[in-house]
Each structure stands twice: as C-alpha cells, then as structure tokens.
C-alpha cells in the first residue's frame, strides 16, 4: 500500500499553527504581511496538492512568490502606465506654456 499524506489543505493549516508563535512576536504591520503570505499559499491549494512534495512548506513558499510576482507584475504595469500619462502631460503642460509665451510676446 501507498503511503498516506494529510490532505495539502491541512499541511498548510499545521504550518501556520507551527508559526503563530512567530506571527504573535511580528509587529503588527507585519501580522499582516503575514497572513497575506498565508493566504497566498491557501490561494494555490490546487498546485501545492498536486506536487505532494514531502516537505510542504516548499509548495507554499513558491506559491506565496508566485502571487508576489504577478502583484509586482501588475504595479510595474500600472507605473509604467502612469509614467506615459505623465510624460504625455507634461508634453502638453510645455506646449501649452510656449503657446501662451507666444500669445504674450506678440501683444
């Protein structure tokens, strides 16, 4: 017979139980970070079961990276969008202040 595992969704729930000493000694901003992490691992419950690594943990560390990267992923996007805006502004704010100089030169 094969070996029995805990169901990866229970792994998760004993990790966080081994760590909440650690997550009473955080400061309160950083509880936060914390349960973030943690709730990042229960959102990739579905990868972590599927590979029934031996040490869970692993699963939830990459997990946790995973939904990290595509919010770093988006705020780069969302910054680089507001970076054109602004240089498009800017352009228009320049243009805008030579018109009126010329407007104001020829009175």
């Not at 969704?9 to 400061?27: G, T, V």
């Not at 914390?34 to 040490?55: C, E, I, K, T, W």
């Amino acid at each position: 017979m094969g070996r029995t595992h805990l169901p990866y969704s229970m792994q998760i729930e004993l990790i966080d139980s081994r760590f909440k000493n650690l997550r009473r000694a955080l400061r309160k901003e950083d509880q936060k970070v914390f349960d973030r992490l943690l709730r990042y691992a229960r959102m990739q419950v579905q990868a972590g079961a599927m590979a029934s690594n031996p040490n869970p943990f692993d699963s939830m560390a990459l997990t946790m990276l995973i939904e990290i990267q595509k919010q770093l992923d988006t705020n780069q996007a969302e910054l680089s969008q507001l970076r054109q805006e602004f240089e498009s502004f800017k352009q228009k704010s320049i243009r805008s202040d030579v018109d009126e100089r010329k407007i104001g030169a020829g009175d």
